[in-house]
Each structure stands twice: as C-alpha cells, then as structure tokens.
C-alpha cells in the first residue's frame, strides 16, 4: 500500500516522479535528489509542487516565500510516496537523455560452451561486468544471464545461454543485475535509470529486477536503498 504525504518544497518542483530529499539545514523543504545521489530520500514525488500541504491548488508550480501583493498561499507542496519499500519501475535509458534506446550489440562470434561472446563494440568501457545481458535476436532471442567479466569486446558468463551464440545475433546490455549492489544513475530530469554507465555507479538504488522488451521498452525495478525512515542498504 502506498503511504503518500504532503510536503513543503525548497524549489519549484515541475516534474513529477522523481525522488526528493530531507530538507538541508535551515532549508525550507524538501530538496530534488541528483543523477548519482539520493542519499537521506523521503521518497518519490507522484505531482508537481502546484498545491499546498492541504491539497488547495495555488495555480503555480513556482516556489516563493515572500508574501503576494493578492495575498495568495505562499506554500508549495508536493506528495510524496514514503514508504521506504516501495518498487519503483524506471525505463532504461541508453544515455542522459530520458528515452534514448539502448545501445544495441551485435555478436562477431561465440563459444561453442554458451559463456562467451565477442560483441562488435567494446564490454569493457564503459565497464559492464556484473551487468547483464539480454538476447534482442538470435537462439536465445528474450533470454538474459549475468555478465560477469570482460575484455574488451569480450563478454564472459558463468551460467551459459543454452544455445550456441551465432555471428549477427543482438543485445542489450544494462549496468545492473537482480539484488546485486546499490548503485543506479539517473537520467537528466531524474525519471529514468541512465544505463550508459560503469556497473555500480550512481544513486543508491538497490536493482530488484529487470523486464526486458527492447531497447526502448525495457524496466529496471529498484527500491530507495538510503531512505532516512531505514537504514541505508550495505
């Protein structure tokens, strides 16, 4: 069930959906998280900051804190979910920039054994080791094992895809995998998981699953693992 309260804003808050922080010391409310942190979160915003604490709409998302010559509410609230084991869903972004698909693979070549494949562009920068690996075309087409080392173009699994790997087969390739590590990126307006970067970089979110589609319609399921109603997750 989801918990949802009200609070006062430090900033004009235009984007819903995005995780929110304890207010800084003498600040005024609660502060928008960044792209590598969400450290002390309260949780995430489900509207924007056009209402105050009692749910009035105020007609402008735009935070003040001087009085208004109509006399109007100064207080610009958002709602927050805060309950520190929801499941947030996050489409993986193949960059910064929220909907940018995923960097698609193609196989030059694989083991005869199913544990590796050489790809066509590099595995190893940014790094992907502990990532995972999603089969897009090919014997193993909607499959997905975790990669768990690299060299170079290399990719290397300790659980084996089935079938053999064949020259021109596809993937998606993501800096996460199921319950392993505590490190998400965001994207630019924080409603994304940025999937473009080095394993274990990032907010911390804890990765819960994967659903995998394609390479603009695939989700990372995580929790908030430093929320300040928890201890944060080791």
Do not use: H
């Amino acid at each position: 069930m989801a918990i949802i309260k009200r609070y006062q804003v430090a900033a004009t808050k235009a984007t819903a959906g995005v995780p929110v922080l304890v207010p800084a010391a003498a600040g005024s409310g609660v502060i928008v998280a960044t792209v590598t942190s969400t450290a002390n979160s309260v949780g995430v915003t489900i509207d924007t900051s056009n209402a105050n604490r009692r749910g009035q709409v105020v007609g402008t998302t735009t935070y003040v804190t001087a009085q208004q010559t109509d006399s109007a509410d100064t207080e610009r609230a958002v709602a927050v979910i805060i309950n520190p084991f929801a499941v947030y869903s996050l489409l993986m972004s193949g960059g910064a920039a929220e909907g940018t698909a995923l960097q698609l693979f193609t196989a030059v070549s694989g083991g005869s054994d199913g544990l590796t494949i050489v790809m066509d562009d590099s595995v190893a920068s940014p790094e992907m080791a502990d990532g995972t690996v999603y089969c897009l075309s090919g014997a193993n087409a909607g499959m997905a094992r975790k990669l768990t080392s690299t060299s170079t173009t290399t990719a290397t699994f300790v659980v084996a895809w089935p079938r053999d790997v064949a020259a021109n087969d596809t993937f998606i390739i993501a800096p996460y995998s199921d319950l392993f590590g505590v490190k998400v990126q965001l994207t630019t307006l924080l409603t994304q998981a940025d999937a473009s970067i080095v394993v274990g970089t990032g907010a911390a979110l804890k990765p819960i699953e994967m659903k995998w589609d394609s390479r603009t319609n695939s989700y990372l399921e995580a929790v908030l693992a430093d929320s300040v109603f928890t201890a944060a997750m080791a």
